[in-house]
C-alpha cells in the first residue's frame, strides 16, 4: 500500500512565487571567506561560487522563529507527509552561467516530483525540488535538483 496519497501526489507542480534579488560584491566576498574559498576571483568578489546561490533560498530569521533544532522552518512546498524525518538527498546541477556582482537574478522554486521506495529499514519518500536561477530576462544561469528524503 502507498504512502503516497492523491493530496500528496497534488502537490508535484505547485512552485513558490519568484525570488528577485542582486548579487552584490560584498556578499560574495563574505561568502567567500565564511566558507573558506581559496580562488583569488571568489575572495575578491568578481565572480560567486556555485554554492553561494545556495544561501539565496535561506531565509534570516530571528532566533523565536527557527525550530527547536536551530534550523529554519521547512519549506512551505514540502507536503504533510507520514514520514516525519527530513533528510538531505543530494543536489543536482545545471550550470548555463557563471554569476557575477551586479547580477539581478530571479528564482522559481518548484516541487517536481515525489516518489517512493523502499528501503532497507522501511518506506521512504523522495521529494525532488527545481530551483531556477534565470537572468531577469528568463535565460537559465543554474538549474538545481534538490532531493529531500522523508523516512
Do not use: W
Not at 574559498?37 to 545556495?54: N, S
Request: include cysteine.
Amino acid at each position: 500500500m502507498s504512502l503516497l496519497t492523491p493530496p500528496i501526489k497534488n502537490c508535484i507542480g505547485l512552485s513558490l512565487p519568484p525570488v528577485r534579488f542582486e548579487v552584490s560584491r560584498n556578499d560574495i566576498r563574505k561568502y567567500a571567506v565564511a566558507t573558506g574559498q581559496r580562488e583569488a576571483r571568489f575572495l575578491a568578489g568578481d565572480e560567486a561560487p556555485l554554492m553561494f546561490l545556495f544561501s539565496v533560498l535561506m531565509p534570516v530569521l530571528p532566533l523565536d522563529q527557527l525550530r527547536e533544532d536551530g534550523h529554519c522552518p521547512d519549506n512551505p512546498l514540502l507536503p504533510e507527509l507520514p514520514l516525519k524525518r527530513i533528510l538531505a538527498g543530494g543536489s543536482r546541477y545545471q550550470v548555463h552561467g557563471r554569476i557575477y556582482p551586479g547580477d539581478v537574478l530571479v528564482c522559481r522554486q518548484t516541487l517536481v516530483d515525489i516518489h517512493e521506495k523502499q528501503g532497507a529499514e522501511g518506506p521512504l519518500i523522495f521529494l525532488v525540488f527545481e530551483n531556477r536561477f534565470e537572468s531577469e530576462a528568463g535565460e537559465p544561469r543554474v538549474i538545481e535538483y534538490l532531493t529531500r528524503i522523508a523516512r
